[in-house]
């Protein structure tokens, strides 16, 4: 899955500031968008991030000689190199001189290597959080970071925000040697995935599990039984998989607000390839080489 980066890791441990080194790399993000330079080594998808280094000589040179006074935003550290929110006042002189370029944040799906692929859609949820968190939901005051913890502060009525992340379950509905697949409405995501939900207010799991298939499909569910977990930044969600038995009918009632179509398939027409990026794939692929309850 996109964090499984071994033998990298990711350091998000969250402490004083600290100035960049030469090696340092910037994350820029403009809405949905990240730049990045392509083609590295002659491979069209493997990418890179500006670095401190280059980023200096956009710098006027007063102040890329004196890093002390000079506030960053830092974001984590995967094995020794650290990652910084980089300001949009440098992004002209990188796109023109240095062959930076805008890419969506779709491409984090397939662009390599995979551990940059994780820093970049990581850093792109903490960059809008860090947007979104600029005043005080409370009074309105301008918020400020903590320097011990990940956590915008209220100066003057103390509330505290800390980065969002929402639990979600994805759902693998089985019936003997048939699994549920659908597609989602509306959506921009058109391939084939899994039911999937966001857990309410005083719900278990469990609880969002069968809540979510009775409301999208109509259908009842019974040996709820946990997969697997992802962090999965595109969406602010922390995704607990898991797995379900049909409990009666199959007869699917569907939500057509939701879902465009939802499908029964036997395990060895699965109409999907498998992938190493997201929880959804991998729960069909081991369904699909024999996964019981």
């Not at 009775?214 to 709820?224: D, F, P, Q, S």
């Amino acid at each position: 899955m996109i964090q499984d980066i071994a033998p990298h890791k990711l350091n998000n441990q969250y402490g004083q500031k600290k100035a960049p080194d030469a090696g340092s790399r910037f994350l820029y993000y403009d809405g949905r968008k990240v730049l990045v330079r392509k083609g590295i080594g002659g491979n069209e998808n493997q990418i890179a991030y500006p670095t401190y280094e280059e980023l200096k000589k956009c710098m006027p040179k007063e102040a890329a000689e004196d890093t002390e006074d000079t506030e960053y935003t830092y974001l984590f550290a995967v094995d020794d190199k650290s990652y910084y929110l980089g300001k949009k006042e440098n992004v002209g002189i990188l796109s023109e001189q240095m062959g930076y370029e805008w890419i969506d944040h779709q491409e984090f799906r397939c662009v390599s290597p995979k551990y940059e692929a994780f820093a970049g859609i990581t850093g792109w949820q903490l960059a809008r959080w860090y947007q979104e968190h600029k005043f005080c939901g409370r009074c309105g005051n301008v918020m400020k970071p903590d320097h011990v913890e990940r956590m915008m502060q209220c100066p003057k009525c103390g509330l505290m925000e800390f980065p969002k992340i929402c639990p979600a379950v994805i759902i693998g509905v089985i019936d003997g040697d048939r699994i549920l697949m659908s597609k989602y409405a509306g959506r921009e995501y058109k391939k084939y995935a899994l039911l999937a939900g966001f857990t309410e207010i005083g719900e278990t799991l469990e609880e969002t599990v069968s809540r979510e298939v009775m409301e999208e499909v109509g259908l009842k569910v019974k040996n709820i039984t946990y997969y697997k977990n992802q962090p999965w930044a595109f969406s602010d969600t922390l995704l607990m998989g898991f797995f379900c038995e049909l409990d009666g009918s199959d007869q699917v009632k569907l939500d057509e607000n939701e879902l465009a179509l939802a499908e029964w398939f036997e395990r060895n027409q699965i109409p999907v390839e498998p992938d190493d990026i997201s929880l959804t794939n991998e729960m069909m692929m081991v369904f699909r080489d024999g996964y019981t309850i």
